[in-house]
């Protein structure tokens, strides 16, 4: 039996112009905070998205 889960992650620009993307993954309104420090702290193109995943119970 495999369960479906939301993990939310972000990508956005620093404020020296580089590229990022975050390396865990958040709850919903865990990621909506941090896209607002991000912007709170100058970065830009803050994107958060959805990428499912999923869990495989025992024996799968």
């Known amino acids: 039996m495999a369960i479906t889960m939301e993990?939310?992650?972000?990508?956005?620009?620093?404020?020296?112009?580089k590229p990022r993307r975050s390396v865990v993954s958040y709850?919903?309104?865990s990621a909506e905070d941090r896209?607002?420090?991000?912007?709170a702290e100058?970065?830009?193109d803050v994107v958060v998205s959805l990428e499912p995943s999923?869990?495989?119970g025992?024996?799968?």
């Open 7 to 17: 993990n939310w992650v972000l990508t956005w620009t620093d404020t020296e112009g």
């Open 27 to 29: 709850n919903r309104s």
């Open 35 to 39: 896209k607002e420090r991000l912007l």
């Open 42 to 44: 100058g970065c830009t």
């Open 54 to 56: 999923r869990l495989r």
């Open 58 to 60: 025992r024996g799968a």
